[in-house]
Every structure is written in structure tokens, then in C-alpha cells.
């Protein structure tokens, strides 16, 4: 089993930026692709980043290329996901996953990803 902690969720004014932070822990070596997602309110589970095991490749959302980076250091079993000129649109609970088999492709269903963390809220105010 992997477990997955979220942390570095908060409030900020629209524009600011926020770091967020997933610690893997557990059989880590069983993971591949990891990836972001958000939840707003009353909305569908969304893709938001993914980055392959190696780092070496990344995929963002449209809705948000050019203001977040996701980035993963394997020594720290950390994925991290800065965030840039924050939207109110960008608010949300962000979810970390995991994905345990590999993907030629960084995949951008919730389906495909077999561990969650419990989600960290981000709320951008106007």
C-alpha cells in the first residue's frame, strides 16, 4: 500500500502563489505517474498535473499552463505543485494520486490512479 499526504493548501488573494506538497510513504516503489487533481464545489473530480516517475515528462490542463509547475523529488517521495497567479477559479480541494502501473502516456483519468491523499483545500479570493 501507498500512503499520500497532501499540505500547503490555504487562502491567498487572486495572483498570489502557494506551494502545495504530496509526501508518498509506504511501498512507493510500486508507483508510477502521479498526478493532481481538484474538486471544486458541486464539480466533477479534475485533472489539474502529472509528471512520470522519472520527472521527464509533465502534462498540465489548459486551464492552467504557464502557472503551474508540478515537479516530484524521488529521494523525498515528493511531489510538489507550485501554483502562480492564482485564479478565484482555481479554487478547490487539490487531491494527490498515484498510479501503480505504467502509462506510456500520463494518463488524465481519476480511474487510472490507485491512491489518493485526503486533499488539501485552496481558496483563492477576488
Known amino acids: 500500500q501507498v500512503q499520500l499526504v497532501e499540505s500547503g493548501g490555504g487562502l491567498v488573494q487572486a495572483g498570489g502563489s502557494l506551494r502545495l506538497s504530496c509526501a508518498a510513504s509506504?511501498?512507493?516503489?510500486?508507483?508510477?505517474?502521479m498526478a493532481w487533481f481538484r474538486q471544486a464545489p458541486g464539480k466533477a473530480r479534475e485533472f489539474v498535473a502529472g509528471i512520470t516517475w522519472s520527472g521527464g515528462t509533465t502534462d498540465y490542463t489548459d486551464s492552467v499552463k504557464g502557472r503551474f509547475t508540478i515537479s516530484r523529488d524521488n529521494a523525498k517521495n515528493t511531489v510538489y505543485l507550485q501554483m502562480s497567479s492564482l485564479k478565484p477559479e482555481d479554487t478547490a480541494v487539490y487531491y494527490c494520486?498515484?498510479?501503480?502501473?505504467?502509462?506510456?502516456?500520463?494518463?488524465?483519468?481519476?480511474?487510472?490512479?490507485?491512491?489518493w491523499g485526503q486533499g488539501t483545500q485552496v481558496t483563492v479570493s477576488s
Open positions: 509506504g511501498r512507493t516503489s510500486g508507483t508510477n505517474a
Open positions: 494520486a498515484a498510479a501503480a502501473r505504467y502509462y506510456v502516456t500520463i494518463p488524465q483519468n481519476t480511474g487510472a490512479y490507485n491512491y
